[in-house]
């Protein structure tokens, strides 16, 4: 089993930034993939951003230049850096991570105003 708490999220103006935060435990030692998701509402969740245990990343297109992934193997945590924010980026994030199956973090809000 594997828990994963977020932190991060919060009210910002457009153009401005955020840091979202997630910490595993449990057995870690199975997880390749860590990953933010984002639902926003009435839509269905999507990806945001990948990492891969060595490093490979993945993101939508639609936050490329603006987010940065990054991961802590020695930690166990991944960061999504959000930058050049805009209100089409407000979602409940979440994160993930696949040990063997994918195991979901509770969500942070990031509501981003006009």
């Known amino acids: 089993q594997v828990q994963l708490v977020e932190s991060g999220g919060g009210l910002v103006q457009a153009g401005g930034s955020l840091r979202l935060s997630c910490a595993a435990s449990?057995?870690?030692?199975?997880?390749?993939?860590m990953g933010w998701y984002r639902q926003a509402p009435g839509k269905q969740r999507e990806l945001v951003a990948a990492?891969?245990?060595?490093?490979?990343?993945n993101y939508a297109n639609s936050v490329k230049g603006r987010f940065t992934i990054s991961r802590d193997n020695a930690k166990n945590t991944v960061s999504l850096q959000m930058n050049s924010l805009e209100p089409e980026d407000t979602a409940v994030y979440y994160c993930?991570?696949?040990?063997?199956?994918?195991?979901w973090g509770q969500g942070t809000q990031v509501i981003v105003s006009s």
């Open positions: 990492i891969t245990r060595d490093g490979t990343i």
């Open positions: 449990g057995s870690t030692f199975f997880i390749n993939v």
């Open positions: 993930r991570a696949e040990a063997m199956r994918y195991y």
